[in-house]
């Protein structure tokens, strides 16, 4: 059925409640249906009364209500598709925001062809994401216990004269102090057990990371990743469960864009100016890809010679000839 003929249904999705907003074809503004419980079977009803699933364009804003809706809405037949919230257009002068505008909005919006769909990824995809977030919370974790530690140490005036922190010789070191039979010491402890329980975390995420891409479809393309300089497995990872399919791209320009990396731009008639990147899109991959940068930065400077990790991995021709096939 052609898009100019289909209803249009906006839902803003809430944790416990659903509110359903509707467009016709043509150009009446839209309407609110009613509002029901986060319910799939509930749902169903209220669509069964405005069309077919083959009638209706159903859309939603992205949220921490995740993808299992439109899963099972895709499931049973409708054309169901997740907004990027950042790219909805937003009027300058409105300053009123409720459930039923929202739902309004967006079928107002997906009529007019003005909203930009997210990749939605497959089941086992999104696994192999949520365990890399997962790590990627543990590290987070683990940075804030070590900067608590230190600070405790500052505090009491107590001083690391090695060069580098939270190494071998660092721990060792850690063993050494000690504060008394007081309070202080008993708060050094804990401080350092959380350090300790923080570092078991992440060291069980990676070694639970690693081999759960084992048959992935985008094994090939993780393989990839690192033949090139600055990406280990661990970042390879993240970044392809990230970002998907790299072919929903057609140009590296969409690529970057969809990373937040180009820059930022507030042109007029003759006057252009461009300012830092936009840092829009997907924190998580930018995060990676600006940590790897880094990483080959302190090497180039400090003269370390670069590991051996990408003559083990196979060659980029072979790993996409993998990808493609």
């Known amino acids: 059925m052609e898009e100019s003929t289909k209803v249009h249904v906006g839902l803003d999705v809430h944790k ?78 409105d300053r009123v925001k409720t459930d039923g505008r929202d739902c309004v909005q967006l079928a107002e919006c997906s009529r007019a062809g003005q909203l930009r769909a997210v990749w939605v990824p497959d089941p086992a995809d999104e696994a192999i994401r949520d365990l890399s977030r997962a790590r990627e919370d543990a590290v987070n974790s683990r940075t804030k216990v070590r900067q608590q530690l230190k600070g405790f140490l500052l505090r009491h005036g107590v001083r690391y004269t090695g060069k580098t922190s939270w190494t071998k010789a ?8 000690s504060f008394g039979a007081g309070a202080s010491q008993t708060a050094f402890t804990e401080y350092w057990l959380a350090v300790q329980a923080a570092d ?90 600006t940590e790897r940068r880094g990483t080959i930065a302190s090497r180039h400077v400090s003269g370390a010679r670069p590991s051996d990790a990408r003559s083990r991995c196979p060659s980029r021709s072979e790993a996409w000839a993998g990808r493609r096939s």
Not at 20 to 33: D, F, L, N, T, Y
Not at 170 to 177: E, N, V
Not at 220 to 247: F, K, M, T, Y
Request: aromatic share 6%.
């Open 16 to 93: 416990d409640s659903i509110t359903i907003g509707a467009a016709e074809p043509g150009r009446a503004p839209a309407r609110v249906i009613g509002k029901t419980a986060h319910d799939v079977n509930k749902l169903l009803k209220v669509l069964v009364k405005l069309g077919r699933p083959e009638q209706l364009h159903i859309v939603y804003e992205a949220g921490p209500t995740g993808y299992g809706l439109q899963r099972a809405l895709q499931a049973r037949g409708y054309l169901c598709e997740v907004i990027a919230p950042s790219q909805m257009p937003r009027r300058p002068g």
């Open 200 to 289: 078991d975390r992440v060291q069980r995420l990676t070694q639970a990371l690693q081999p759960s891409i084992a048959g992935w479809r985008f094994e090939p393309v993780v393989a990839a990743l690192q033949a090139l300089r600055g990406i280990d497995v661990i970042s390879a990872i993240g970044l392809v469960a990230e970002i998907g399919d790299l072919n929903r791209f057609d140009h590296p320009r969409k690529l970057m864009g969809y990373l937040g990396l180009v820059p930022s731009e507030r042109s007029s008639g003759e006057r252009v100016s461009r300012g830092s990147i936009t840092k829009t899109g997907n924190t998580h991959a930018r995060r990676l890809l």
């Open 170 to 177: 660092f721990y060792r070191w850690l063993a050494t102090l």
